[in-house]
T-cell receptor
Framework: DAGVIQSPRHEVTEMGQEVTLRCKPI?????LFWYRQTMMRGLELLIYFNNNVPIDDSGMPEDRFSAKMPNASFSTLKIQPSEPRDSAVYFC????????????FGDGTRLSIL | AQKITQTQPGMFVQEKEAVTLDCTYD???????LFWYKQPSSGEMIFLIY??????QNATEGRYSLNFQKARKSANLVISASQLGDSAMYFCAMSFISSGSARQLTFGSGTQLTVLP
């Protein structure tokens, strides 16, 4: 079975550029989560969707960050304009249902903003 | 507010021995889940084991078991017969209901486990 698929695996870009991270959740999962991981702050939840609807985006750091989920099999996280402090590993995770089901993570996107 | 505490930033264990990674949590919810994830140096997050707050038996998955003590609010991970491949960062996490009745996870700061040959 395919797991959560994220692309790209690595992204290096210059400050000010737009960055788009992509995620395909596990088929049948109806909750999708975007996380950011840094040494300083650990794993932070940025936003999550339930049945394609954004439920809580209070973790999104600034208006430069936006996320969409146009259908059940695709989500994007966009940073525009990017800044060096956005450098981190960004994870997408998905889970099924609203009970205590585990979240399954993608391999992450390692983002470096120069 | 929900909180997960992992007090061991780093742990060492000899190969083939058992090791316990500590996790305590704080919540006012009656229904919650506790999870452990493994993050090797390659970076991926791997789900290991789950314990529900109403489960009376401790969860087990192969060499992993979860020592759940509800009254003490602890959910320690026990790895038996450690292998070199177990060297990784281990995160404890707890689910809680947020707005919209969907569950979020809150993560601890992690424990870096090193298995010595």
């Amino acid at each position: 079975d395919a797991g959560v698929i994220q692309s790209p695996r690595h992204e290096v870009t210059e400050m000010g550029q737009e960055v788009t991270l992509r995620c395909k959740p596990i088929s049948g999962h109806n909750s999708l989560f975007w996380y950011r991981q840094t040494m300083m702050r650990g794993l932070e939840l940025l936003i999550y969707f339930n049945n394609n609807v954004p439920i809580d985006d209070s973790g999104m750091p600034e208006d430069r960050f936006s996320a969409k989920m146009p259908n059940a099999s695709f989500s994007t996280l966009k940073i525009q304009p990017s800044e060096p402090r956005d450098s981190a590993v960004y994870f997408c995770a998905s889970s099924f249902g609203t009970n205590n089901q585990p979240q399954h993570f993608g391999d992450g996107t390692r983002l470096s903003i120069l | 507010a929900q909180k997960i505490t992992q007090t061991q930033p780093g742990m060492f264990v000899q190969e083939k021995e058992a090791v316990t990674l500590d996790c305590t949590y704080d919540t006012s919810d009656q229904s919650y889940g506790l999870f452990w994830y493994k993050q090797p140096s390659s970076g991926e997050m791997i789900f290991l084991i789950y314990q529900g707050s109403y489960d009376e038996q401790n969860a087990t998955e192969g060499r992993y078991s979860l020592n759940f003590q509800k009254a003490r609010k602890s959910a320690n991970l026990v790895i038996s017969a450690s292998q070199l491949g177990d060297s990784a960062m281990y995160f404890c996490a707890m689910s809680f209901i947020s707005s919209g009745s969907a569950r979020q996870l809150t993560f601890g700061s992690g424990t870096q486990l090193t298995v010595l040959p």
